[in-house]
């Protein structure tokens, strides 16, 4: 069965290890597993629960599991019970939830482990695509991190699973969200507080791979008649080797060379995240929130690695290389928002405002030594330092208005502006071996600023007949950018109107099938990381 909760069981206390979900064939794996004894648990809505036999897992790097039968769960006709149980998974405009809350998926995972289990999702060497198409946004709460490769991932491995309430995967996102991102959204829900009085709950896990990783959370929780208060806090240590063995055979100057390398890197992330705010309930119609999310860390990445050459002529034979590079960063959220109902059909009104302070810093120092076993050196070691410090300040706010028309008619509409102001400082040198220090290469360093206004307006419907669900709407867009290489003295502006029209049907023949059809417009802005594109070196082959 396709895209079912899947829990691995400690077989000593029945206590969840850790949970993924089945793909598209009914195909599930457990990664990073110590060994021990534990079984298979699946609940699916409307089956006897299935448990498997216990099984012993050693040093082995794979074990394979018998395929599991499940059976539709019997009938008791001495009593009736109604219950409502939330399905897994739900498709609609296009679109897939998955609830992540209460199933096995919030045990032993972080959000970024959860990406690659959800259906259509893949994760190549920290790049995220929605059906092999990349160009995904990364949403939490309805706003968009304006964060990208690296600096997107850290976020998410610093979320414990157990704080998120669910997944949406839209390849087809409604307009009243930014036209940014070409392949979709990726909208990450965080859990609301659902129990009066005091809540909470404290997490920890510990996987041993080459290297031990581990992850912990803590969430505590009050919720009033007015006052509802929640925090939440994380951490996470990874560690991560990296093995890499290349050939390659290279022609220069007519000659050919054989190039054997080899590379053994660790990269090291710990992280911490917090999340602290309130809700007051000011009446039965009015509510007003604060929130503020925070992440951080202090990266580190090493590589050591050497090169064979054969039948060369550039006057060695073999080089050694290697870098340590830190990367300290922070990403704060702040946000004030507030909702409004007009009646108890679905009119509201609803408000937001953020600001975002990102700071993102990459040092590294680098080596590249050569060698030769037949003869002289012709060159020097090659060894270097480079600098790249990101700041970026993003200021939004949007108001978004909701009116259920009909039963089976709603109306959406919205205002949205963003500004975002980003600070890129590039330092690259090299080291002067005969006076022994470190002489700056301005070719190479850059200081660049960029400035983005965006201003947006949206107006959507949704229609509902019979068995077909209707949407139409479209986004209005005007984006300002004002860039500046002050090194250069360089200057860039820009303004351009655009419209991002939605268009979707959905035929649900039954509970099980279900037709779609869309058309979007959509738009792929740079990312911050790539407003400053810079030179970076990992090893040298002097040709001199």
């Not at 909760?5 to 400690?10: E, F, K, M």
């Not at 609609?92 to 609830?99: C, L, Q």
């Not at 890499?244 to 050919?256: K, Q």
């Not at 580190?300 to 060695?316: A, E, F, P, T, W």
């Amino acid at each position: 069965m396709a895209y079912v909760p899947v829990a691995l069981l400690d077989a000593k206390d029945s206590l969840v290890y850790k949970g993924v979900i089945t793909n598209d064939s009914g195909v599930y794996y457990f990664d990073k597993i110590t060994p021990g004894k534990y079984l298979i648990k699946i609940i699916v809505p409307g089956y006897a629960i299935k448990y498997s036999s216990s099984f012993e897992l050693d040093n082995a790097s794979n074990l394979q599991i018998p395929d599991l039968k499940i059976s539709s769960a019997g009938i008791n006709l001495n009593e009736i019970a109604v219950t409502v149980i939330k399905r897994p998974i739900e498709f609609k405009n296009g679109n897939v939830t998955v609830f992540i809350e209460g199933s096995p998926l919030a045990v032993g995972n972080t959000a970024f482990d959860l990406l690659s289990r959800l259906p259509g999702v893949t994760v190549v060497d920290d790049n995220i695509s929605i059906q092999g198409k990349q160009g995904v946004k990364i949403f939490i709460d309805d706003r968009m991190q304006q964060l990208s490769g690296q600096q997107i991932i850290n976020v998410l491995k610093g979320i414990n699973a157990s704080m998120i309430e669910k997944i949406e995967i839209m390849k087809n996102p409604p307009v009243k969200y930014d036209a940014s991102g070409s392949a979709g959204i990726i909208n990450i829900k965080t859990k609301k507080i659902k129990i009066i009085g005091f809540s909470g709950s404290i997490n920890a896990t510990y996987t041993q791979a080459y290297y031990g990783n581990g992850l912990s959370g803590l969430e505590l929780n009050y919720k009033g008649k007015k006052l509802t208060f929640f925090s939440s806090i994380g951490a996470a240590d990874e560690s991560v080797r990296k093995v890499n063995h290349t050939d390659r055979v290279v022609l220069f100057n007519s000659n050919t060379s054989e190039l054997d390398q080899v590379y053994f890197e660790r990269e090291r992330n710990p992280y911490l995240y917090a999340n602290i705010g309130s809700d007051w309930f000011v009446n039965s119609k009015n509510i007003i929130g604060v929130k503020i999310s925070s992440w951080g860390a202090v990266a580190h990445h090493d590589r050591v690695g050497n090169i064979d050459i054969k039948n060369s002529d550039l006057g060695y034979n073999h080089s050694d290389y290697g870098y340590n590079k830190t990367n300290p960063w922070s990403y704060t959220n702040l946000n004030l928002n507030a909702e409004h109902l007009f009646d108890t059909v679905g009119t509201k009104l609803l408000f937001s405002a953020d600001y975002t302070y990102n700071f993102d810093i990459y040092k590294g120092d680098f080596y590249t030594r050569f060698q030769d076993f037949t003869g002289p050196i012709i060159s020097q070691d090659r060894i270097y330092q480079t600098a790249n410090k990101l700041l970026l300040n993003i200021a939004s706010a949007k108001l978004d208005f909701e009116k259920q028309l009909s039963k089976t008619l709603k109306l959406e509409s919205g205002l949205k502006a963003t500004h975002q102001n980003m600070l890129s400082d590039f330092y690259f040198a090299n080291k002067d071996l005969t006076m022994d220090k470190y002489v700056t290469d301005s070719s190479l360093t850059n200081i660049f600023s960029y400035n983005e206004l965006i201003t947006a307006a949206y107006i959507n419907l949704q229609k509902t007949v019979k068995k077909f669900n209707f949407q139409a709407g479209t986004r209005a867009e005007n984006t300002n950018i004002n860039a500046h290489s002050k090194t250069n003295d360089v200057k860039y502006t820009r303004q351009y109107f655009n419209l991002f029209p939605v268009v979707s049907v959905d035929y649900n023949a039954n509970e099980k099938n279900s037709l779609q059809l869309s058309f979007n417009r959509r738009i792929e802005r740079p990312d911050y990381n790539s407003f400053n594109p810079y030179r970076t070196f990992k090893n040298y082959l002097v040709t001199e």
